[in-house]
């Protein structure tokens, strides 16, 4: 079963502060993915990666930055947190294109008062 | 500007029920996913459809795609307490290669 790991299950930061959400998959995917989940919305695609050091912008990329240094790795950056950053944080890898299954993390729910 | 809507956004009923969740756009996709996704838990894939008219079925619960690929529909039959959870559709547009999500219907069956 593929696994992906999301390191934290709950932060709270300061206003300003810098976030670094961490998720790691064991499947040796190519394709990973940040959404962001808020109640009404559903998931909205922040940034994904389809290779090592390489990144696209999703749907609401502002105030947001990724990181993807190994193929396993997938790091989600806030530079300077704001409350309107609250939310749950939803990583995910895909092994194939398109119609493949995308596989999520557990969640990481941040709180930035 | 919601690319795809479902409703009910909300629904709880009683164990034993039957109910539909819709899921509704006015793009064409490729394919249409539904994921379930469980308190505290990331969502996780129930069904792919991807040819218009397509019908499948996982036990109680029957996924449908609309013939002109627009639309899908998910119906559970005898609902059961461990079908409650967050039912998410997601699609992908002809030709796109992401997912896009629909806005969730909450499900609560109660014992």
């Known amino acids: 079963d593929v696994k992906v790991t999301q390191s934290s299950r709950y932060l709270v930061k300061r206003t300003g502060e810098k976030v670094f959400l961490e998720c790691v998959q064991d499947m040796d995917h190519e394709n990973m993915f940040w959404y962001r989940q808020d109640p009404g919305l559903g998931l909205r695609l922040i940034y994904f990666s389809y290779d090592v050091k390489m990144k696209e912008k999703g749907d609401i990329p502002e105030g947001y930055s990724v990181s993807r240094e190994k193929k396993e790795r997938f790091s989600l950056i806030l530079e300077s947190a704001s409350t309107n950053q609250t939310s749950m944080y939803l990583c995910?890898?895909?092994?194939?294109?398109?119609?493949?299954?995308?596989?999520f993390g557990n969640g990481t729910r941040l709180t930035v008062t | 500007t919601q690319l795809l809507e479902q409703s009910p956004q909300f629904l709880s009923i009683q164990e034993g029920e039957n109910l539909t969740v819709y899921c509704n756009s006015s793009?064409?996709?490729?394919?249409l996913q539904w994921y379930r996704q469980e308190p505290g838990e990331g969502p996780v894939l129930l069904v792919t459809?991807?040819?218009?008219?397509e019908v499948k079925k996982l036990k109680r619960l029957t996924f449908q795609f609309g013939d002109a690929r627009k639309d899908s529909s998910l119906h559970i039959t005898a609902a059961q307490p461990g079908d409650t959870g967050l039912y998410l559709c997601?699609?992908?547009?002809?030709?796109?290669?992401?997912?896009?999500f629909g806005t969730g219907t909450r499900l609560t069956v109660i014992p």
């Open positions: 793009s064409v996709f490729s394919s």
């Open positions: 995910a890898s895909r092994g194939g294109q398109g119609g493949s299954p995308l596989h």
């Open positions: 459809v991807v040819t218009g008219g």
């Open positions: 997601a699609g992908i547009e002809t030709g796109a290669n992401n997912l896009f």
